[in-house]
Antibody, heavy 122, light 107 residues
Framework: EVQLLESGGGLVQPGGSLRLSCAASGFTFRNSAMSWVRQAPGKGLEWVSGISGSAGNTYHADSVEGRFTISRDSSTNTLYLHMNSLRAEDSALYYC???????????????WGQGTLVTVSS | EIVLTQSPATVSLSPGERATLSCRASQSVSSYLAWYQQKPGQAPRLLIYGASNRATGIPARFSGSGSRTDFTLTISSLEAEDFAVYYCQQRYDWPLTFGQGTRLEIK
């Protein structure tokens, strides 16, 4: 069974840093593309960052470019989101998701964790 | 970035009725579009990938159609558990983007 378990959220002051973790199990993590998606309270979904499978190419939303970095440790099956220069508008529930490749053509986020809450406030 | 616009923002229907949700892209995304369902307090769930393919375990009453810029999610006969928020997401180009969501509520 595929499982994703996020951790590392909490209260941080504006300008501070935080590292989120996502422990993956039940699938071949090192070959899987992964994403971070966030949701501010009462708001919609916002894609934040993605990392490809074996090549490890990374991508970020414009809103976090230069401040957030996605990475992975395949030896521990863990996905990370390193967040710097945090702002109030970064406050959200952060989900990690597995991006499955269907039919060799279509990536979609087929499995999601339950999220970890980040609050940026003084 | 590619902007996805969903309509309507909210739709009120009764169980047994047909729901038609729209997602329009600001430029062509070919068929690289997915639909997700989210219920309160839960993570999103993948419904449709590649614009028209049901994900594993998704009931046949859910169907997706469209290509390039105009897409539709149809629920043929609403059941109580279908009342939720639905999001489209384009997987055509970076950065990936979601629509703002359509809330499907019980009438």
């Amino acid at each position: 069974e595929v499982q994703l378990l996020e951790s590392g959220g909490g209260l941080v002051q504006p300008g501070g840093s935080l590292r989120l973790s996502c422990a993956a199990s039940g699938f071949t993590f090192r070959n899987s593309a992964m994403s971070w998606v966030r949701q501010a309270p009462g708001k919609g979904l916002e894609w934040v960052s993605g990392i490809s499978g074996s090549a490890g190419n990374t991508y970020h939303a414009d809103s976090v470019e230069g401040r957030f970095t996605i990475s992975r440790d395949s030896s521990t099956n863990t996905l990370y989101l390193h967040m710097n220069s945090l702002r109030a508008e970064d406050s959200a529930l952060y989900y990690c998701a597995r991006d499955h490749l269907y039919g060799g053509v279509y990536f979609s986020s087929d499995c999601w964790g339950q999220g970890t809450l980040v609050t940026v406030s003084s | 970035e590619i902007v996805l616009t969903q309509s309507p923002a909210t739709v009120s229907l009764s169980p047994g009725e047909r729901a038609t949700l729209s997602c329009r892209a600001s430029q062509s995304v070919s068929s690289y579009l997915a639909w997700y369902q989210q219920k309160p307090g839960q993570a999103p769930r993948l419904l449709i990938y590649g614009a028209s393919n049901r994900a594993t375990g998704i009931p046949a009453r859910f169907s997706g159609s469209g290509s390039r810029t105009d897409f539709t999610l149809t629920i043929s006969s609403l059941e109580a558990e279908d009342f939720a928020v639905y999001y489209c997401q384009q997987r055509y180009d970076w950065p990936l983007t979601f629509g703002q969501g359509t809330r499907l509520e019980i009438k």
